[in-house]
C-alpha cells in the first residue's frame, strides 16, 4: 500500500483516477490488481459491449475498503468522452486520468498527483529528458508521434513534447470552468483539453515519466485519420 500523504505532495484521498475501460476483460483483473494501493477513488467508465464493467464490479464487491465507482453506457463515448464522463462524477479536489492498458503504473500517477501542489495541471511525457522508456514502440508509431507533435504545435501553439500520454492529473477547480466547451471524444481530446486550459490561462507542466508500450493499443490508422480531422475542425471550426 503506497503512503496516502507524503511530505511534498498530496492526500490521495483528494485524488480521483479516472480510467476509459473500452472492452477491456482481457486485462482489467491486472489492472486491477495494481491500483488496489489507491486511497482515493477510482472511476472506471465502461462503454464497451465485453465483460469490463461485469469484472470491475465483481472485483470492487470483493473489496469493499477501495473507493471504486463503475459508470456504464451502453453506446460508445469515445476516450475523451469517457474521460469527460469520470471528471464530471469527481467530487475530489484532484483529478487525474490514465489508460487501462498499463502503460503507466500507479506510481507514477501518484508523482503527478504530487505536482499539483504548485500546479494546475501535470502531464506525463515520455519525450522530455528524464523519461524512462521501459518498452518502446515501434518505429513506425514513434514517427507517427513525433509528426502529431509537430502538427499540435502548428495548429495550437503548444509547446508539449507529448500531448498523447495517457496519465494526466489536474486541480479540479481548473477543469470545472473549461469542461462545458470541450467538443472532442475521441484521441484528439487530450489536445483539446490542454489547449482550452492554456486559454484559461491555467498552468500545466509536463513531467518526465517511466512508460512501457503495451502491444495491445487500440489507437488503429483510421483512429490516426480522425484524429487529425477532428484537430482541424476544431481549430478552424
Not at 495541471?121 to 509528426?147: C, F, H, M, Y
Request: charged fraction near 25%.
Amino acid at each position: 500500500m503506497l503512503n496516502d500523504t507524503r511530505a511534498d505532495g498530496v492526500n490521495q484521498t483528494d485524488c480521483t483516477l479516472v480510467i476509459p475501460a473500452y472492452n477491456e476483460e482481457r486485462r482489467i483483473q491486472s489492472l486491477l490488481r495494481d491500483l488496489s494501493g489507491f486511497a482515493g477513488d477510482l472511476v472506471f467508465v465502461c462503454d464497451g459491449t465485453d465483460a469490463t464493467a461485469e469484472i470491475i464490479k465483481a472485483f470492487a464487491a470483493e473489496h469493499p475498503d477501495l473507493r471504486i465507482r463503475c459508470l456504464t453506457f451502453q453506446t460508445r463515448l469515445g476516450k475523451g468522452g469517457g474521460v469527460v464522463a469520470g471528471m464530471k462524477a469527481a467530487t475530489t479536489p484532484f483529478v487525474g486520468y490514465m489508460d487501462a492498458d498499463g502503460s503507466t503504473a500507479l506510481s507514477e500517477m501518484v508523482r503527478l498527483f504530487d505536482r499539483l501542489t504548485t500546479s494546475d495541471g501535470a502531464i506525463g511525457s515520455r519525450w522530455v529528458p528524464g523519461s524512462i522508456l521501459e518498452v518502446k514502440q515501434g518505429l513506425r508509431r514513434r514517427i507517427e508521434s513525433r509528426l502529431f507533435n509537430l502538427l499540435v504545435r502548428l495548429l495550437f501553439g503548444l509547446d508539449y513534447r507529448d500531448t498523447q500520454c495517457g496519465a494526466k492529473a489536474f486541480r479540479r477547480e481548473a477543469l470545472e470552468p473549461v469542461l462545458p466547451s470541450l467538443r472532442s471524444t475521441g484521441f484528439e481530446f487530450d489536445v483539446e483539453l490542454l489547449w482550452r486550459l492554456r486559454q484559461a490561462g491555467r498552468r500545466v507542466e509536463e513531467v518526465p515519466i517511466t512508460w512501457a508500450n503495451r502491444d495491445e493499443s487500440k489507437v488503429m490508422i483510421s483512429d490516426a485519420k480522425e484524429m487529425l480531422l477532428g484537430m482541424i475542425r476544431l481549430r478552424f471550426g
